[in-house]
């Protein structure tokens, strides 16, 4: 069974960081590409990054190029989301999930963590 579990959230005002992980078990995640969504209140959840299971490659939506950066360390079987220059429309909950690559069906969704961000 893949069980993922994110971490990281929280309160941060407008400009400031956080870096989400999100940690597997039950499963080796270096098989997996692992993505990162997200969902605001009253909006539909939206992919906002993804990073191939070797780490070789990575996307990110157009809202957050250039702030956000995916990275993964197999050795821990973490994947990490480093949220830096946040702004309030960045405020939801996020999700990792896994995927066979960044383009397949999400097999596996986590918890969530919830990201707010206001001063």
């Known amino acids: 069974q893949l069980h993922l579990v994110e971490s990281g959230g929280g309160l941060v005002q407008p400009g400031g960081s956080l870096r989400l992980s999100c940690a597997a078990s039950?499963?080796?995640?270096?098989?997996?590409?692992i993505g990162w969504f997200r969902q605001a209140p009253g909006k539909e959840r939206e992919g906002v990054s993804c990073?191939?299971?070797?780490?070789?490659?990575?996307n990110y939506a157009d809202s957050v190029k250039g702030r956000f950066t995916i990275s993964r360390d197999n050795a821990k079987n973490t994947v990490y989301l480093q949220m830096n220059s946040l702004k309030p429309e960045d405020t939801a909950v996020y999700y990792c999930?896994?995927?066979?690559?960044?383009?397949?069906?999400?097999?596996?969704w986590g918890q969530g963590t919830q990201v707010t961000v206001s001063s």
């Open positions: 039950g499963f080796t995640l270096n098989t997996y590409a």
């Open positions: 999930a896994a995927r066979g690559f960044c383009l397949a069906p999400v097999r596996s």
């Open positions: 990073i191939s299971s070797s780490g070789g490659r990575t």
